[in-house]
């Protein structure tokens, strides 16, 4: 499929100012709605990877699907990297974002303002009722909050991973981690020919990757 010269430098921007190096972890979110509204939080900042994490096997599905009404289409953009096994998600997790912070309010959590998220970063939200798990707690590098006025201190878990990732572009923006510029970066450029390949074939969306529990 013939590409014109205005929509592949549409791609190259958009590969030249994702952010590699920060992402979101979703434990046993049990609404698809949920998950498709982070999935467009993430395309807006220039995150292309999520990683959804099911322990629980009310939950786990041999085909994991989300509606195109919901992601607004942003699941042809947005890879997703689907886990069963937490220390494999933490794992892989590590070897590309060093740290993982959990939304947790206790003692020790620290305000999300105070996160430096310019640096490696993956931020790990847990599910509607429960929250985080004691483990995924546990194995985190720390927690952090989202500061609030209000009453009752709890946010949808859509609109609290819209709060972060915003917060993180505030601060990717400061330090000029945006730039566009002339040409592809070679960095981008493997993520370029990815779109290409999907503009070409016409695919609707990237194929979400299943990891096996070792």
Not at 125 to 130: C, K
Not at 138 to 148: A, E, H, L
Not at 193 to 201: F, P, T, V
Request: net charge positive.
């Amino acid at each position: 499929m013939k590409i014109s010269d205005e929509r592949f430098q549409k791609y190259m921007s958009l590969a030249n100012k994702r952010q590699r190096d920060i992402t979101i972890i979703l434990e046993n979110v049990y609404d698809t709605h949920n998950l498709g509204a982070a999935m467009r939080s993430c395309d807006a900042i220039g995150i292309s990877d999520v990683y959804v994490l099911y322990t629980d096997p009310e939950l786990q599905r041999k085909e994991f699907k989300i509606g195109k009404r919901t992601t607004a289409g942003t699941k042809k953009w947005v890879q997703i990297h689907y886990f069963q096994d937490i220390d494999y998600c933490f794992e892989e997790v590590r070897k590309k974002y060093k740290r993982i912070f959990s939304t947790h309010l206790s003692d020790k959590s620290q305000e999300l303002y105070d996160l430096d998220l310019s640096k490696p970063s993956a931020l790990l939200f847990g599910n509607e009722s429960d929250g985080v798990s004691q483990e995924a707690l546990q194995k985190s590098d720390g927690n952090f909050i989202i500061p609030q006025m209000g009453m009752v201190e709890s946010l949808n878990i859509s609109v609290a991973c819209a709060v972060s990732l915003f917060e993180a572009m505030r601060q990717r923006i400061s330090k000029n981690m945006y730039s566009d510029p002339e040409g592809v970066k070679e960095s981008a450029r493997p993520l370029l020919d990815q779109y290409m390949e999907l503009h070409k074939s016409r695919k609707s969306q990237m194929p979400v990757i299943r990891y096996r529990k070792k």
